[in-house]
């Protein structure tokens, strides 16, 4: 067992001075068989300590439960950081950002009015204490004073960039001691003297994120921090994309210059990320700062390992920088075996609107619901419209992305990005809406909001009722063919499948360019999804996912289908760089 503390100046593991050289490695992003070669990667670039988040919402779908199976095994990964000999610092929130759907927060959490986000409100305190008991029961016996691998607990999120409800904060580090952490907290903010004042906490380590400019960043930091280490928590050597704008990265010799700055300052760094993973799933959250910019599935951050865990240049550049602060091993890591390139021919078409009660339940409502209400995040909502001329139909607002169909024939698509609210429908007839969620807003004062078509759903003037509700159940699709049959192509939403034959499961990069909008799973886990208006043109499949022989891929489209075939191909494509 060994005593990790807080001095004068710097960290103390067993009385010694002690440098943080962590990165960012999210358990939740990458397959847990691909976990142990990823700590491995970073202990070869010269770190010596892993951090992660822990997101509330992929471990609690539901009220009452906090699942760790598969990627969600927080000891299992916990474990796996000590196995190398690094240490560990745990970010549990309850809010993490993360560029996560709800920035982590459970979407079920909302649903009673009046519960507060992020403050001291007794039902968010009573459930975010629950949340922390049971994930802080993991983290417990992990702690470095316990004989395990956890430095470092972090107390909320950049909380001075939300609010300064310190009440608040106090009650979630008390909670934190109370479930039996020792080891030294932490908090985080942007080195702003508003957003340390109002996020940080007497008793409690400040840190800081930021991406440049080091040692004025430092020198902010230390007014609010007059003792103990400095620390840049998220050391920005890259940054996230949305769909519909730019592939990022920073230049590999400006990021090292930048960590050398700070290194040479003497501080301890988290650089965020050292490998991002992938968004799996419909795990990506969304930003709306008057715009709504949903994040893309690749969470590949032009980090030091690309998505698939392979060395690039910021690794190389990092490492050298490293090398002059610490010891660092002999070993390089190499890069991984490419997958031959193949294609398969996509069939058995199921459209939705032609059989969807293969899809999902029916339910009738008078007044159209969220999509909250149906705990989904696909619905197929029905109606009859009377009108014998054309007739504007509006919505109260749209979340996220809304496909209007009358008597089967597509009309429209109404958009949040655009700020659509309206479009003419050319008679009356048979009404269905197709409704997406394309990620909850992850941060902001925008986190907790309700999803779906909000407000009333009017024909001219009058509101329309009478509504029939299929909620799609995504995780059927892929078992869509036990009970439906293939139909002829046409129009509205549409599952198509292929088999595809693998040699050797390696990684392999499933191109998407020829696609509309969906979501792509092969053996029925959920790579994520996909959208022509890129940047990104690949998604990322895990070699842990495939099997030697025949595999399943399974593809949701929600638009178009220009080639209803399946193109594997051996390089990511994140799309063109950011001018």
Known sequence: MSHFAIGESDFLLDGAPFRILSGALHYFRVHPDSWADRIEKARLMGLNTIETYVPWNAHSPRPGVFGTAGMLDLERFLREVAAAGLYAIVRPGPYICAERDNGGLPAWLFREPGV????????????????????????????????????????????????????????????????????????????????????????????????????????????????????????????????????????????????????????????????????????????DKGVYRPIITSYDYDAPLDEAGNPTAKFHAFREVISRYAPIPDVVPASGVRAPETSAVLGSPVRLLADPDAWGNWTSYDVLPTLDELDARLALFRTEVAAEEPVLLSVGEVRDRAYVFLDGAPVGVLDRE?????????????????????????????????????????????????????????????????????????????????????????????STVAWGKGIAWVNGFNLGRYWRRGPQETLYIPGPVLRPGLNELVVLELDVMAEPVAHFVARPSLGPLEL
């Open 418 to 510: 655009r700020h659509d609210r309206a479009l003419i429908l050319p008679h009356g007839g048979q009404l269905e809406i197709v409704v997406e969620d394309q990620g909850r807003v992850n941060y902001g004062r925008r986190i907790g909001e309700p999803k779906g078509l909000i407000g009333s759903v009017r024909l001219g003037s009058t509101e329309l009722t009478g509504w029939s509700v299929c909620a799609i159940d995504l995780e059927a699709v892929p078992r869509l063919w036990d009970s439906a049959e293939p139909d002829a192509l046409g129009v509205g939403p549409t599952a198509w499948r292929a088999s595809f034959d693998v040699e050797q499961p390696v990684d392999h990069f499933l």
């Open 116 to 287: 507060g986000v992020r403050r001291n409100e007794p039902r968010f305190l009573a459930a975010i204490e629950e949340y922390l008991d049971a994930v802080l029961r993991i983290v417990r016996p992990l702690q470095v004073d316990q004989g395990g691998p956890v430095l470092l607990v972090q107390v909320e999120n950049e909380y001075g960039a939300f609010g300064d409800d310190q009440t608040y904060l106090k009650a979630v580090a008390e909670m934190i001691r109370n479930a039996g952490i020792t080891v030294p907290l932490v908090t985080v903010d942007q080195p702003v003297d508003a957003m340390l004042a109002a996020g940080g906490l007497d008793g409690v380590l400040r840190t800081a994120s930021f991406g440049s400019r080091a040692g004025e960043r430092l020198a902010t930091l230390r007014t609010h921090q007059p003792s103990g280490p400095l620390m840049c928590m998220e050391f920005w050597e890259g940054w996230f994309d949305y769909w519909g704008g730019p592939h990022h990265t920073t230049d590999a010799p400006d990021a090292a210059a930048e960590l050398d700055a700070l290194l040479a300052a003497g501080a301890s760094v988290n650089i965020y990320m050292f490998h991002g993973g992938t968004n799996f799933g419909l795990t990506s959250g969304a930003n």
